[in-house]
């Protein structure tokens, strides 16, 4: 149990922070110091947020899908032939292989190591993924 809760842990947060971003975008709509209180949510996964004008959108296609837990993880192939991998809660069980999605990142990570799977991502994006 006690290598469960260590292995993930970063995977879960990382997760948690595509539901915090949102919630943390309705709350700054709300209040001045709305970019505090997002910060304070966030924790550390602050460091991956983007900012809102530089967030990402693409259309593509799901080459992969690895289960973890809450989340999934997607191998995704953009439209303009880039592969992308991303990170969206698992409830996105639709996102099943050859699948056409739209993606809208809120998070950027290099280097992004998910213990659980026992995997690096040189490059992931945490975002929310719709069938297109």
Request: one cysteine or more; aromatic letters at 10%; proline letters at 4%.
């Amino acid at each position: 149990m006690e290598k469960w809760k260590r292995g993930s842990l970063r995977t879960a947060l990382a997760a948690s922070f595509v539901l915090l971003v949102l919630c943390g975008g309705l709350l700054c709509a709300q209040t001045r110091s709305g970019p505090a209180i997002v910060d304070r949510a966030l924790g550390p996964l602050t460091q991956y947020a983007l900012p809102e004008g530089q967030r990402i959108a693409f259309r593509g296609r799901v080459l992969q899908r690895l289960a973890s837990g809450s989340y999934a993880y997607l191998l995704i192939q953009r439209e303009s032939g880039e592969q992308s991998w991303v990170v969206t809660l698992a409830s996105s069980g639709f996102a099943a292989p050859s699948m056409a999605v739209r993606v809208m990142a809120f998070g950027f990570a290099e280097h992004f190591e998910s213990k659980r799977l026992k995997r690096d991502f040189p490059q992931l994006y945490f975002a929310v993924v719709r069938a297109s």
